[in-house]
């Protein structure tokens, strides 16, 4: 603890760990303190010294920033009175932003055109902050870059590694590696993808990330960022420049050029950030010759290599088919083992899909035009999702139109909230009488035949959804008439919930080594006891089936044992478990019953009951046996698979009655309590409980904050919220917010460095930032400089964006 802290801590208590997670600090600056103390290049009261000191430094800098200029006096003199004017002039300094390797003043973004006038001055009112300003997709583009390759995702295990590392182990060749990691030093840094880092050239060397023996080319490569030496006029010239002197090979530096531009943009290594196109070509770093090259590439420009296709291809084409590190959010290239299905877009497909153009998607894309492509690899499409109907279309089982209207009908789901449909009514015969005729008016309906929904292990009718109140009487109609199609309505929230459920915890996610296991195989390997994996395992099979994470299956009880991803001792117990999906006999009627009637008659022991039963509601819903699908809770009351009783005790659980178990914490908690410490599998989409080993940081949010996160409300969030009272909890956890950014807000929050408030505003700014366009944030169009020589324009090089 200290009480020599300034700021917001001036003449407080305040402990090492809070002051390390306030404002006053960035995640780089902290990130590089802990590896420093942790490496034992610092001691505990040098970090507290220099964190001291970084506080100070930007506490003294806000006191003494505002500036008061007194113009001299004023003096008017008339015949009656004497009028002194004195004009004063208060100017603002503002904090500079974090750049590449060095900071940057606000000055060189407006010179830069990342930001207008506007928001400049706001920047220098103090109308809004730095880093406000940083989180503008607009601007972090251009100070941070987008995600280069980090590293390399082992598929067959789930494993990631350093693009290093699957050299040394064979998965990569020598060259492929060498020029995976010469992009990523010309686009940045060095990333070791399994820690997390980002290094410079001499860092990744010393930490072993990778090999001395190729230091210098890597070295070499880092210049892209920090700038080559001009051998006659000892200044400091960009990649371009270089290469138009020739000071670096041709194919190599096209190499890097691209590789920056795929990665957010062209780099200034004079003032360490990216720069737009037409600003690019203003200051020398780009020009016509390398647009058309960069533009239209062919296999001889196309300087990086699918290792699973043998195909040669751009790094962005590289790049769009990695997957994303649930945590991390770094990209990782996949390498699929001889035999195993590799999922890709090819180029011919994805062609098309960047060629077909809409103006009628909602969300973020209202009044744009905007590509399928883009569409599909929007936040509003998951991975599932997206692979699904890139293979519907290249079976030829949906045609382009078809694919395009699936899209845009997913994104008004998420984006709009309609209280009704527009449909046709049909009426009854309608008879009117007169003194001379009686006419009678009769409305034809057709009625079509609807294909039945996939519930969870059988199949089920259009009629039974809309008894169950899970559709309604106007979306029934809708699908006799023929208007909405089976595979639409189930991919609505509102019916998938029912039929699919939502996320059980499918596996574990080891931290340390970042590698997938099943539950069954961490309790074989000592990372679950017997008791914690059974009751996972029991969960799994009274919400639908034994998942093994790793092969993405899911299985019944019989075929997850003959398959081994369970041992054959735990079958009985399983196949117990399971009869809360297929139902249990009444041993008095013979009849299928239900978990919470076989509850009831005692034909289970009431704590399993109740563990399995809060299972069920905690992934969409209690199960119906007899028709195989979930219900709403008052069709659950109405059909006798729930009651007041039961609803008291799941709604207010105590130590008795959390029947599951977090191995980090030693917590009890309840089964939505354990899923929603979860993280997500970038490829499946399953849930996955965090391991992390004895010393090893474990991010979760515990009850209090939980709480106070759902109960802060608000009707100002837009998107698929608009309109809606929606809590901080739901927002925080949406698709809109990113693992990283979660992760940030929430430690801010207990740190103290924001309020509730607060909090709530900035992530309404960042759903408005994603679901609405604005004039400040829209994309710059990549056009040349303006040349008064004659009318002609440099081609535009927006292709090499996605």
């Not at 290469?243 to 190599?252: G, Q």
């Not at 196109?277 to 016509?288: I, K, L, N, S």
């Not at 099943?518 to 994996?533: D, M, N, Q, R, V």
């Not at 960042?766 to 009318?791: A, F, G, H, N, Y």
């Amino acid at each position: 603890m200290t009480t020599r802290a300034g700021g917001k801590y001036q003449g407080t208590s305040v402990s090492l760990w809070d002051l390390l997670y306030s404002k006053y600090i960035t995640e780089e600056k902290r990130r590089e303190l802990v590896q420093q103390y942790k490496s034992g290049s610092i001691t505990i009261e040098r970090f507290l010294e220099m964190i001291l000191t970084i506080i100070q430094q930007q506490t003294t800098t806000t006191s003494s920033s505002s500036l008061v200029m007194c113009q001299p006096p004023e003096t008017k003199v008339d015949s009656s009175t004497t009028t002194i004017t004195t004009t004063v002039t208060e100017i603002t300094e503002v904090q500079n932003f974090h750049g590449i390797r060095k900071d940057v003043t606000a000055n060189e973004l407006l010179e830069s055109k990342i930001i207008n006038e506007d928001l400049y001055k706001n920047l220098t009112a103090g109308k809004v902050t730095v880093i406000e300003v940083s989180e503008m997709d607009s601007v972090r583009k251009y100070l941070k870059g987008t995600n280069s390759i980090a590293g390399v995702y082992l598929q067959s295990t789930k494993e990631t590694l350093s693009i290093y590392e699957a050299k040394s182990k064979g998965l990569l060749t020598p060259g492929t590696s060498l020029i995976l990691l010469e992009a990523q030093a010309a686009t940045g840094f060095v990333i070791d993808p399994v820690k997390n880092k980002k290094l410079s050239v001499e860092e990744a060397v010393a930490q072993r990330v990778v090999g001395s023996e190729w230091k210098n080319k890597l070295l070499s490569a880092e210049r892209a960022v920090t700038g080559y030496k001009d051998p006659y006029t000892g200044n400091t010239i960009s990649l371009f420049q270089a290469l138009t002197k020739d000071l670096i090979v041709k194919d190599h530096g096209i190499r890097l050029l691209e590789a920056q531009i795929a990665t957010g943009g062209i780099i200034d290594p004079v003032h360490s950030h990216r720069v737009p196109v037409q600003v690019a070509y203003t200051r020398g770093y780009f020009d016509e010759e390398m647009n058309k090259i960069l533009s239209d590439p062919d296999d001889d420009t196309k300087g990086f290599f699918d290792p699973n296709t043998q195909e040669n291809l751009t790094y962005l084409q590289l790049v769009e088919r990695c997957v994303t590190d649930p945590i991390t959010g770094l990209s990782l290239l996949v390498i699929a083992k001889k035999g195993e299905f590799y999922f890709f877009v090819d180029e011919a497909t994805k062609l098309i899909l960047k060629s077909t153009m809409t103006t009628r998607a909602g969300g973020k894309y209202q009044g744009t035009s905007v590509s399928l492509w883009d569409l599909l690899y929007s936040k509003y499409i998951t991975e599932e999702k997206r692979r699904e109907l890139v293979q519907q279309y290249k079976s030829g089982s949906i045609t382009i139109e078809r694919f395009l209207e699936m899209i845009l009908t997913i994104i008004q789901q998420q984006t709009t909230t309609t209280s009704s449909s527009s449909l046709v009514m049909c009426q009854p015969p309608e008879t009117k009488v007169d003194s001379s005729t009686t006419t009678i008016t009769t409305t034809v309906t057709e009625i079509t035949e609807v294909q039945n929904f996939h519930g969870i292990r059988k199949d089920v009718t259009a009629n039974e959804l809309l008894e169950s109140k899970i559709i309604n009487e106007d979306l029934y109609k809708n699908l006799t008439a023929g208007k909405v199609t089976v595979t639409e309505v189930s991919e609505m929230d509102s019916v998938r919930k029912y039929l699919k459920g939502t996320n059980s915890i499918a596996g574990v996610y080891l931290q340390s080594t970042q590698e997938t296991l099943s539950i069954y195989e961490a309790k074989s390997k000592g990372l679950l006891t017997p008791g914690t994996s059974l009751v996972l395992l029991e969960a799994q099979a009274a919400t639908g089936f034994v998942i093994d994470p790793v092969n993405n299956k899911k299985l019944s009880v019989e075929e997850a044992v003959a398959q081994r991803v369970v041992g054959s001792e735990w079958k009985n117990k399983l196949l117990s478990a399971e009869r809360a999906v297929t139902g249990y006999k009444d041993p008095y009627t013979g009849n299928t019953i239900s978990l919470f009637q076989a509850l009831k008659k005692d034909l289970i022991v009431k704590d399993h009951g109740i563990r399995l039963l809060e299972a069920q509601i905690a992934t969409g819903g209690i199960i119906d046996p007899v028709y195989s699908h979930r219900v709403p809770v008052q069709v659950a009351y109405t059909r006798g698979y729930f009651d007041e009783e039961m609803n008291k005790i799941l709604s207010d659980p105590d130590d008795d009655t959390k029947g599951f178990f977090d191995p980090n914490t030693q917590e009890n908690l309840t089964y939505l309590q354990l899923v929603e410490r979860c993280v997500t599998d970038p490829i499946t989409g399953l849930s996955l409980l965090v391991i992390a080993k004895k010393g090893e940081f474990y991010f979760f949010v515990d009850e209090a904050t939980k709480l106070i996160l759902k109960s802060t409300m608000t009707t100002r969030a837009g998107g698929k919220y608009q309109g809606t009272s929606v809590s901080l909890w739901d927002l925080l956890y949406s698709k809109y917010i990113t693992e990283e950014k979660r992760r940030e807000l929430v430690q801010q929050y207990k740190s103290g460095s924001i309020t509730i408030e607060r909090f709530l505003e900035m992530i309404l700014t960042i759903i408005q930032q994603q679901t609405t366009t604005t004039s400040s944030s829209s994309l710059v169009m990549c056009q040349p400089p303006e040349t008064k020589v004659d009318s002609a324009q440099l081609p535009s090089p927006l292709q090499l964006q996605r």
